[in-house]
């Protein structure tokens, strides 16, 4: 008699859910090996633009700009409160996308991290 036609079904969903656990087991240590560098390479380059954006000012020929080339105005009262009498800055629409990129990044590491980690060593 044929072996697979002897066993029951209750042991072939077994072996199944074994190697798709397997399975998933190598998918995260893959996915762990990818995002672990491109996590690194991202916070590096968040680093970077920040340095670019914040401490770098260049004047060109239509005033000031920052290092990632946003031209720079006076900023509001409500913004000169947290950033001092002096401090220029490129408007609400980039300050937006400032703190978008930022904290979307962080939730993104913390979403990822706690994933990858769900799943155990």
């Known amino acids: 008699m044929a072996r697979g036609v002897t066993a029951p079904a209750c042991a072939f969903s077994t072996l199944k859910s074994i190697t798709f656990s397997v399975g998933r087991v190598k998918m995260k240590t893959i996915l762990r090996k ?46 000169r409160i947290f950033f001092g009498q002096e401090r220029m800055w490129a408007g609400w629409f980039w300050f937006a996308v ?19 980690e769900k799943s155990g060593d």
């Open 34 to 79: 990818i995002l672990v560098p491109v996590g690194v390479i991202w916070f590096i380059g968040l680093l970077i633009a920040g340095f670019m954006a914040y401490l770098v000012n260049s004047v060109g020929p239509g005033g000031l700009y920052d290092g990632l080339g946003r031209r720079l105005t006076e900023a509001p009262v409500l913004m």
């Open 98 to 116: 400032d703190m978008l990129v930022f904290w979307g990044s962080v939730a993104l590491a913390l979403i990822l991290g706690k994933w990858l």
